[in-house]
């Protein structure tokens, strides 16, 4: 089965590798745009991404999830 994940903060990162580890193929992962935080207002990834990016999986942020532009490219 082909999934495309929704998930943002380390709270995912159990189901997601869970999935990753299964028969099924993890198509592309969703998750928040990068933001700045901190003093430094460093830009940082969401702990989704960075398993993403590991893996080397496919990596969407949309700004607006539930805008037709976004739908369309799913």
Do not use: C, W
């Amino acid at each position: 089965m082909n999934i495309v994940f929704f998930g943002t903060d380390k709270f995912a990162i159990n189901s997601l590798e869970a999935i990753y580890n299964s028969k099924h193929k993890i198509v592309s992962i969703v998750t928040a745009p990068d933001a700045k935080r901190g003093r430094g207002l460093k830009e940082t990834f969401t702990d989704i991404k960075r398993f993403a990016l590991n893996y080397r999986l496919n990596i969407l942020q949309p700004r607006d999830p539930n805008s037709n532009t976004f739908i369309e490219i799913l």
